[in-house]
């Protein structure tokens, strides 16, 4: 087995073990729910108290620049998004072709299912990528994007950004689930 290829399967390990079954499931109203007042997400254009909205699309993410310390709740969309376009999004368009992504520009999804799809598109584009890089490629830091550390450190920078995130979407599943004492539902 190459290095990308035990970089790209520490990463696939976690998402078909832990994060992607996780998300099997997932209804609209649990990716739009807000645990508590004043949550970044997904919204519709128009709609957003956030300082800043990002989107091209009719649904825009909840932003600010700087972001505000201490910085605001997410729901589990806005959480989605953030993987889809800044962790994924962005290092796909850079290092592996194909469309670029951007924030100011991405069509956010407004459904649940919609934004799975995204997910899982843009995973399999990052995934497959990782898997072509030769170890020069990962010694050396990429030709593109503002990154300028060896791509081996992007590479478990991403990883890292999907596990951390993950547990957190799977951390307001569990909150959804069990909310008010309720008896959770299976997801």
């Not at 998300?23 to 007042?37: A, S």
């Not at 310390?69 to 993987?83: D, E, F, G, K, M």
């Not at 990782?130 to 478990?156: I, K, Y």
Request: hydrophobic share 35%.
């Amino acid at each position: 087995m190459t290095r990308s290829e035990r970089l790209a399967e520490q990463l696939d390990w976690y998402w078909h073990k832990n994060l992607r079954p996780r998300l099997d499931g997932l209804t609209d109203e649990e990716y739009f729910w807000e645990p508590v007042r004043g949550c970044w997400s997904i919204r519709p254009r128009g709609t957003s108290a956030a300082p800043m909205s990002e989107g091209s699309g009719e649904w825009t993410m909840d932003s600010a620049s700087p972001g505000p310390v201490p910085a605001p709740v997410t729901t589990i969309a806005w959480r989605l998004a953030h993987i889809i376009v800044d962790c994924l999004g962005y290092r796909v368009g850079w290092h592996f072709g194909g469309q670029d992504v951007d924030s100011a520009t991405f069509a956010y999804a407004g459904t649940a299912d919609e934004a799975l799809k995204q997910l899982d598109e843009m995973y399999g584009r990052w995934n497959a990528g990782v898997r072509e890089l030769s170890d020069a490629d990962l010694e050396n830091p990429p030709t593109v994007g503002p990154e300028r550390f060896p791509m081996e450190n992007r590479v478990l920078h991403v990883n890292r950004e999907l596990i951390h995130h993950g547990a957190e979407i799977s951390l307001l599943r569990d909150l959804y689930r069990w909310q008010d004492g309720a008896v959770p539902r299976r997801i």
